[in-house]
């Protein structure tokens, strides 16, 4: 007999095994990395050894040469040293410090003390030299950080003579790997900058300019003159050097009154200078960068930047730095027209941070995080699913599927309160967001699938365990919003009229979900068959009809809707009432005070009748109409017989009081609409009929 699972061992696998796995994994990884650095120096100090042992194997062998010349000569006689010719050995070299004493002595006085004091400075340079380098090597072996740093780049530098093929894969992959000292001032790109800005003739400057320009660079407080010139020379002469000097103080600019105990090269104390460098650095550094780094698109909408030139290396830090900034800012900026240009800005940027992929995630989470955020304006989101929609475009599967998952996670954290101003912000959303899913249908349906996935099993877990607050997990607006958006990615991807290409809807990689949703949608809409939940029910009802429509899928709607009109809430006496009529949109339980009202039961039969109507009218041209309005057309007469028949709910309706009985007036609004309904479906299936007989197969 198999043991069942301990609730314990339940518990743990659903709040803490996820975790544990995690930190087992970041353990692993920290302790892989040890291993390879004890390997690093195992390998060092043999290579060491090795070569030593190479240098006094030398050594040896050079001195037994010399001793054997040695007694060669001096064996020779006087014939055998002339006929091997005039080869005579050389004397024994002067040392440099008594040939440079002798000329010394031989020299006047005046230009005798100018050399003696020469050759005190050199000697006492060299001095220095070697005790410098004797406390740098102190220094090194006390910070294991800067060895492994070193090593790795040694190693980084070896791989691309061994394995250049996979060295430019890196760089086009994963540069990270590559770059070093992130937080730098970013020294390199002065040096990039003057071999670009200078013709070879004019690149040695005057006393007078270097001391200038270091006077200009020991700023740390950002004037308008400065940035003005700064401005000017990114402007006409595209200048490394001061986007260089933009971007730090740019960074600066970003951090601004934080106290995170980091020291900043520049500062900022004027509003006016802060929103003029903020203007600049977002407008200007992208142009310097596609002057510099001109980015190739191909037909296929694939772009392409060299990541093999020097000049592209030495940008790295510095576009690093910038993205960092511009999310740091993004994550703190609230005023909609900087935000708009803030994240403008980010577009001709994708491209040089496809490589950086741990930089660009963490970009596209604050993305998405201004995307869905309910407080930004409509304008604003429209930008920010731009730079989405973009960066799904240009990117690599395995980037793109981290864009959709981020996508998803935005969408479901901003629809988590839906109310009458919240609602088309997240209509929004989710229209924009269902475009993203046919860009690559094949990973469209793998991140689909999980997630349809995780629905069904929330919905499993409810039924099959049920608690008191279970049902929680599934009536709530996240949850219906997730149908409702999975509905609408089916309905946009398989459908013919929104996608040409397809011939069929059965065409579409995404048409396998299809039937999974439907299952799910239709088992959290009778989860709770109560009149509280009805909202919820016609919510989920519309996104089923949806994927009717768009997807020619037969969904049987009429059974639950009809299920309605049965229930004891529109078959009771209604309580009179003055509250005002609900909005439906926004809801997805009733409040206790509108249940058994006059208003509400108006507006359950206005949504009912509404719903029928759609649901035929996607039908309306199928062969089949006329058998398939049968049992709907028999339940809705003996409903509206039920209703108009005062006799037949006397006891249902009757209240206590002197002895009477007081028959309610049959609803006359419903009445009406579901007459005019069966009316129309009527004269319908008598046209689909007439039309029917006259074809020729059977």
């Not at 087992?24 to 042992?53: G, L, M, N, P, W």
């Amino acid at each position: 007999m198999v043991s069942r699972t301990k609730k314990s061992t339940k518990k743990f696998e659903k709040n803490h095994l996820k975790d544990t796995i995690d930190r087992r994994k970041e353990f692993a990884k920290i302790k892989q990395r040890q291993q390879i650095k004890v390997k690093k120096r195992a390998r060092h100090a043999s290579d060491y050894a090795k070569a030593s042992d190479d240098e006094e194997k030398e050594e040896v062998a050079k001195a037994n040469g010399r001793e054997e010349k040695r007694n060669t000569l001096k064996d020779m006689t006087v014939d055998e040293f002339f006929q091997g010719g005039f080869e005579i050995p050389e004397p024994k070299k002067q040392s440099e410090k008594s040939r440079k004493a002798k000329d010394v002595q031989s020299m006047p006085g005046k230009r005798k003390r100018e050399m003696l004091h020469a050759e005190d400075m050199e000697e006492s340079e060299s001095e220095s030299s070697v005790n410098m380098k004797e406390f740098g090597e102190s220094l090194a072996s006390g910070s294991e950080a800067e060895e492994d740093t070193a090593a790795h780049k040694e190693d980084l530098d070896a791989l691309a003579v061994k394995d250049p093929e996979f060295y430019k894969y890196l760089q086009e992959n994963d540069a990270e790997l590559l770059d070093f000292a992130e937080d730098g001032d970013l020294a390199e790109v002065d040096d990039l900058g003057e071999a670009e800005e200078l013709p070879k003739k004019k690149r040695k400057k005057s006393k007078a300019a270097e001391e200038a320009k270091i006077e200009t660079e020991d700023e740390t407080d950002v004037t308008m003159a400065t940035l003005t010139k700064w401005k000017v020379a990114m402007v006409e002469q595209h200048s490394l050097r001061a986007m260089r000097q933009v971007v730090l103080a740019f960074r600066a600019a970003a951090h601004v009154n934080e106290e995170d105990g980091k020291e900043y090269r520049y500062s900022i104390s004027s509003p006016e200078v802060y929103h003029q460098l903020l203007v600049t650095a977002l407008q200007h550094v992208p142009k310097v960068l596609g002057h510099h780094l001109p980015v190739k698109e191909s037909a296929s909408g694939k772009v392409r930047v060299s990541t093999e030139s020097k000049k592209y290396r030495t940008l790295t830090p510095l576009l690093k730095s910038h993205a960092a900034s511009v999310q740091h800012l993004l994550e703190n900026l609230s005023d909609a027209p900087t935000l708009k240009l803030t994240l403008s800005s980010i577009l001709p940027l994708l491209p040089y941070l496809l490589s950086f992929k741990k930089a660009l995630k963490n970009l596209l989470k604050a993305i998405v995080g201004i995307w869905s955020d309910p407080s930004s304006t409509e304008a604003t989101r429209i930008t920010a699913f731009l730079l989405i929609r973009r960066l799904a475009i240009i990117s690599d599967s395995s980037l793109r599927e981290a864009v959709l998952k981020t996508a998803y996670q935005g969408l479901i954290k901003g629809s988590r309160s839906t109310t009458i101003h919240t609602s088309p912000g997240i209509n929004l959303m989710k229209n924009s967001a269902a475009e993203l899913w046919g860009i690559d249908p094949s990973i469209g349906y793998t991140t689909g699938f999980g997630y349809i996935r995780q629905l069904a099993i929330h919905l499993r877990t409810t039924i099959t365990q049920p608690t008191k607050d279970s049902y929680k997990a599934i009536y709530n607006w996240q949850y219906t919003h997730s149908l409702d958006f999975w509905s609408r990615v089916l309905s946009t991807h398989c459908s013919t009229a929104t996608n040409p290409l397809l011939k069929s809807p059965t065409d579409s990689p995404l048409h396998p979900l299809i039937y999974p949703l439907v299952q799910i949608t239709l088992g959290s809409l009778r989860l709770i068959p109560t009149p509280i939940y009805f909202p919820l029910r016609f919510h989920l009802t519309r996104s089923l009809l949806r994927i009717s429509r768009s997807t020619t899928t037969y969904i049987p709607l009429a059974p639950s809707l009809l299920e309605v009109l049965q229930s004891a809430e529109m078959k009771k006496v209604p309580k009179p009432s003055t509250l005002r009529p609900l909005d439906f949109r926004t809801i997805l339980h009733t409040p206790k005070s509108y249940l058994r009202t006059r208003v509400y039961q108006d507006g359950v039969g206005e949504q009912v009748s509404e719903l029928l109507a759609e649901f035929f009218g996607v039908w309306a041209k199928n062969i089949a109409f006329p058998e398939l309005i049968i049992p709907p057309s028999v339940m809705l007469k003996r409903w509206l017989k039920t209703q108009s028949h005062p006799s037949a709910l006397s006891a249902s309706s009757s209240f206590k009081g002197k002895g009477k009985k007081r028959h309610r007036t049959p609803n006359t609004r419903l009445h009406t609409s579901l007459t005019l309904l069966l009316s129309k479906l009527n004269a319908n299936a008598a046209f689909v009929e007439s039309h029917r007989r006259k074809v020729d197969f059977a």
